[in-house]
């Protein structure tokens, strides 16, 4: 169940991240603001695809963004902070362009990374009755 929390948690992260990444790096923005850009997608997405979930089984958008924000909150913030410090870890990382690998490879590691960090994480909250623990009384 917690892996299963940590991929629905990575694919919204992912999607922000990467985006984030994608823009920031395309507009030329300072790494620091590229960065930003990416966590606030990675919220944006990781709470949308919660919502889009959860509004099916009736809750309205209110009742559903608060059930995202108790659901995935620290997954995301636990995904984030691996994610990023991998990534400013990686020597030139940050600093490379989307037509060159280690622009994509250090990307996919430091998701990678933030899984394996973040499926303990999610494990515990669940075990409490916390994080994804709490979307399931609305599936």
Sequence with gaps: MAAQATLHCLTG????????????????LHNSGTIVLSIILAFIF??????RGVMKSGLALGAAFKVALAA????????????NAVIVTIPGAMDAQ???????????????IAFVVTTPVNRWMISRGLGHAVIHGHH
């Design 72 to 83: 995935d909150t620290v997954s995301i913030a636990v995904m984030e902070v691996i994610d």
């Design 98 to 112: 989307l037509s060159q690998w280690q622009f994509w490879g250090s990307l996919a590691l430091s998701l990678a």
């Design 46 to 51: 990781g709470y949308a695809l919660t919502m």
């Design 13 to 28: 992260c992912a999607i922000g991240e990467v985006l984030g990444m994608v823009i920031g790096t395309a507009a030329g």
